[in-house]
């Protein structure tokens, strides 16, 4: 019998929930969900090996042959055998070292079993479970990870004849999210909010058979949200040839797993420093070119600054920022027929001085950006601060009505407040979407978001300063409103004081007292 979305989280939460005496909350992502992918894995490979062997009952077949024809006709990956005797055997199977869990020696064994599956599948699986320190005794004790398989394994099977992929891929985002609320700012680092995702992927509108590259990939939603809103538009979200770069070795299992969770198995995550060393590169050695390039990348992040890269569009960013460095890679990485980016990032990018002012001017120069869209502050787990977005086009690709300038859009005011964070709902982000596809300037027809394109030379003329309240007067208005309200404040505050005064003389000359100013 299927399975309902609320019954598989539930229970996965109540397995993960079996961590609180071991470790923090942020800490149970690098458990929980490579204990999830191989159940998962496990109960797929066991669900076809009964297909398999169902189909094949009449066959007279030794083992090794019997293992050629189910690897070649039937399974897609393989769970080998750590084990093979003439009584028995052992496969690196969820339901075989489930039956050990009371025995010394799980972790180890928990461990050899995903180091097996990896290598056996060095082209899908290759480090997928991350570094595994978590099966070391000294981590988590071997009674905590018998409770937590234990849980798990109340999940029903996990495989595609018992849960569709929208179930399964659904709860591993929700689990995702439940990490980040429990976990707070540590949260940023792997997970971007599902409305601010959603947000950048329908500005950018990917098509069928296009490349999408995310350079700081996290868990990989701005991927998967790439190929369901295709989906969800009428395309063929498998089409997408998904990409990623992810510096932390156990996020980049996150996001791998994330991804095949989905039922997506067109993508490559690679692991390493995207600025430092990127990975993804022709033969040549110049950098690899997408149709479109997401990014949520960490804000002001201190680096070693390029000493020669041809990346340095403009300059080199500032040792203390490397806002503009993630910029200048995305802007590389950039297909020059078609190619679009959307990445966020704190406002400082806007308005500082010095070398990323120097950026700004030559990206401007070169037209390559096409849109500034200021978010409400409080939007993400891992900083309170407002964000904004800007959408990058490739040189001469822009629409004829954005050339020679930007589209500056003012958002931040649009929010619903929820309890630990701001959230754009659906309508909000309808708006934006709105107001970036409407030419027309001011208020955008049928929202009350203020719109602006300013031409390049005015923009110069303000020393490429992109501080969105140069450019929209609804922000300069409510600055004005807010001088004018403190005025009108200190005036009544006069009246009624002088109301007050003679009020307190007439009380006094008819003899009341007890009444003092």
């Known amino acids: 019998m299927a399975v309902t979305q609320q019954e598989i989280e539930n229970r996965l939460w109540d397995a993960a929930d079996e961590l609180r005496v071991a470790m923090p909350e942020a ?27 169902e189909e094949n009952e009449d066959l007279d077949l030794s083992a090794e042959e019997a293992d050629e024809v189910e690897y070649s006709n039937y399974q897609t990956f393989k769970i080998p055998l750590i084990f093979r005797s003439t009584v028995a055997e052992r496969r690196a199977s ?19 079993s995903l180091q097996a599956i990896e290598s056996a599948n060095p082209d899908k699986f290759s480090r997928l479970f991350g570094s595994m320190t978590w099966t070391s ?19 029903p099977k996990m495989h595609e004849g018992n849960m569709s992929h929208d179930v399964l891929g659904g ?13 707070g700012t540590r949260a940023g680092q792997f997970f971007t909010p599902r409305e601010v995702v959603e947000l950048i992927i329908t500005l950018l509108d990917p098509k069928n058979h296009e490349s999408v590259y995310d350079p700081t990939c996290g868990s990989g939603g701005m991927l998967i949200a790439a190929a369901n809103l295709l989906k969800a538009h009428g395309g063929r979200g498998y089409t997408l040839s998904l990409n990623g770069q992810e510096a932390v070795t156990d996020t980049a299992g996150v996001a791998r797993m994330n991804l095949f969770m989905h039922n997506l198995t067109e993508f490559k995550v690679e692991v390493g420093d995207t600025l430092r060393e990127p990975r993804f590169t022709k033969p040549d050695g110049s950098l690899k070119q997408f149709d479109m390039i997401v990014a949520n990348p960490p804000y002001s992040l201190k680096w070693k600054p390029w000493s020669n ?3 340095a569009i403009g300059g080199v960013a500032p040792q203390s920022s490397a806002d503009w460095a993630f910029v ?5 990485s950039m297909d020059p027929l078609k190619g679009r980016a959307g990445v966020v990032l704190p406002h400082g990018v806007l308005f500082r001085g010095g070398q990323e002012a120097a950026i700004r001017q030559r990206v401007l120069e070169h037209d390559l950006l096409e849109a500034v869209i200021g978010l409400p502050a409080n939007l993400f787990y891992s900083t309170t601060i407002p964000t904004c977005i800007l959408v990058f086009r490739a040189p001469g690709t822009k629409d004829p009505e954005r050339k020679d300038g930007v589209l500056f859009i003012d958002a931040s005011a649009r929010f619903t407040k929820a309890k630990n964070r701001n959230l754009l709902t659906d309508v909000e982000i309808a708006n934006i979407v709105t107001a970036y596809h409407d030419h027309s300037e001011g208020s955008s027809e049928g929202t009350d978001l203020s719109a602006q394109f300013v031409p390049t030379t005015e923009i110069a003329e303000n020393g490429y300063d992109l501080n969105i309240g ?19 404040y200190n005036s009544a505050r006069t009246v009624r004081q002088k109301v007050e005064q003679r009020m307190l003389n007439a009380l006094a000359a008819a003899g009341i007292e007890g009444f003092s100013e």
Do not use: C
């Not at 458990?31 to 191989?38: A, G, K, N, Q, Y």
């Not at 200048?328 to 590389?332: C, E, K, T």
């Open 470 to 488: 140069r450019y929209i007067k609804q922000a300069t208005a409510e600055q004005k409103d807010l001088s004018t309200l403190v005025s009108a």
């Open 309 to 311: 890269d041809p990346r």
């Open 328 to 332: 200048q890679h995305m802007i590389a």
């Open 94 to 112: 969820w339901s075989s070292i489930l039956g050990t869990v009371a025995q010394h020696g799980l972790g180890e064994r928990v461990r050899a």
């Open 27 to 53: 800490q149970y992502s690098s458990v929980v969900f490579p204990l999830m992918f191989w159940k998962y894995l496990s109960d797929t490979w066991d669900h076809t090996h009964q297909v398999f062997l």
């Open 137 to 155: 005794e000294t981590v988590l004790p071997g009674e905590v990870l018998a409770a937590v398989m234990r849980t798990m394994n109340r999940v």
């Open 171 to 183: 709860a591993y985002e929700y689990l995702l999210k439940r990490f980040s609320d429990g976990s």
